[in-house]
């Protein structure tokens, strides 16, 4: 990707990263990554008990993987809808800031297809684009069209497939299979703080030491879930606060 | 292939409030800027999310009246994250996860 990228950087940024086309082959490199997760929370969804039209429907609506792993978590501790949405709220309101960075890029561009910009917006997809927008200064349109519906139709197809792999798979629990949103998280966690410069890491280590405290001691008066609205709340304060 | 209404509903209330966060900004970015403290609370947001959400399910609130450590998870989790540190890819990072949270629980 950056090869490509660097080579017509003189002659053609703007015949070829203007074109969709070329935000598709921007987004291959994240496709793996599509692929693993949307796979394993088809399985997990089967676990979970939802129906292979109930995956395909969280998929296509919600897109979003985090929020979806952790609507079945939340499903069979039975949580209440209220609660349910509530948390996928409070999960998803990263992209708020995504959304914020991306946006002032696309203004030139008409409400509609600014709302389509925003609507397949995603951790894997703002993480291309900002590297895009670094490299060459200026996205387009149909530049940032191609690599979302190229990252929106392979989640679909992994997620279902998932779904239909997991009527084999009795147990996913036995494979570890629900560990893979553990994983993802843990994954994303050290992406982000590797992303984060060298003068603020400590500060962020230590953000991440008052979360484990404030999470231990939440979990004995409210539910896990609850736990984490509270305590993601507290320390990004706590953040603000302390931030020099 | 079947669902209720009741998880219909459930799915498109989830989906309004995934989207609002995701377009507004596109929306409104013309005429409206946040307060910079604001933005760095939100900035804060994703590292304290994700690592909440890492130690939820690292403790085990159920077993006992004393919260402590779910261990076969923690045993998992200390070599998936030195994996994710030293490879910082999603990708490698979910399936060796899987494969050692299968062996730990085919061993212990």
Redesign the interface.
């Known amino acids: 990707m950056t090869s490509t990228t660097e080579l017509h950087k003189d002659q053609a940024t703007s015949s070829s990263n203007d074109r969709f086309i070329q935000g598709v082959k921007d987004c291959v490199p994240t496709l ?2 599509y692929i ?2 949307g796979l ?1 929370f088809g399985v997990v969804g089967s676990a979970s008990g939802l ?4 995956i395909a ?2 998929t296509i ?4 993987g ?2 979806q792993f ?2 079945c978590a939340l499903l069979l501790t039975s949580s209440p ?1 209220s609660a ?3 948390t ?10 995504m ?2 960075t ?3 890029h ?2 030139r561009y008409s ?1 509609l297809r ?2 389509g ?3 397949l ?1 995603t951790d894997e997809t703002f993480g291309v684009a900002v590297t895009k927008q670094m490299q060459t200064g200026k996205l387009y349109g149909k530049w940032m069209d191609g690599l979302n519906l190229t990252a929106y139709i392979f989640w679909i197809l992994s997620c279902v497939s998932g779904a239909f792999l997991g009527q084999w798979v009795a147990n996913p ?22 992303s ?1 410069g060298k003068s603020k890491i400590m500060h ?1 280590i230590k ?2 030491g008052y ?2 405290v404030i ?2 001691g939440l ?2 008066i409210v539910p ?2 609850v ?2 609205l509270l ?2 709340v507290i ?3 706590i ?2 606060v302390t ?1 020099k | ?3 209720t209404a ?10 309004l ?3 609002l ?7 409104f ?2 005429s409206v800027t ?1 307060p910079d ?1 604001a ?19 690292l ?1 085990d ?1 159920e077993s006992s009246k004393v ?1 402590t450590l779910d261990w076969p ?1 923690f045993i ?2 200390v070599p ?2 030195l994996i ?2 030293i490879t ?4 490698i ?13 085919f061993f212990m």
């Open positions: 793996l990554g693993s997760i394993a129906s292979v039209l109930e429907l969280l609506l919600i897109y979003a985090s929020a952790i609507f809808a349910i949405i509530v996928i709220f409070v999960v998803n309101l990263r992209h708020l800031l959304s914020l991306l946006a002032p696309f203004t409400m600014n709302v910009f925003g609507t917006l629990e036995q494979w570890g299979l629900d560990f893979a949103l553990v994983a993802m998280f843990v994954a994303l966690l050290v992406l982000q703080l590797s984060v962020y953000l991440i979360m484990a999470m231990y979990s004995y896990s879930h736990a984490v305590a993601t320390v990004a304060t953040g603000v931030d | 292939m079947t669902t009741y998880m219909v509903w459930l799915i498109i209330g989830c989906a409030v995934t989207w966060p995701r377009v507004i900004p596109f929306i970015v013309r946040l403290v933005l760095k609370w939100l900035s804060y947001i994703p590292v304290c999310i994700l690592s909440a959400l890492v130690i939820e399910n403790i609130t919260v998870v998992t989790f998936t994250l994710a540190l910082k890819s999603l990708s990072t979910v399936v060796a996860g899987v494969i050692i949270m299968a062996a730990v629980r």
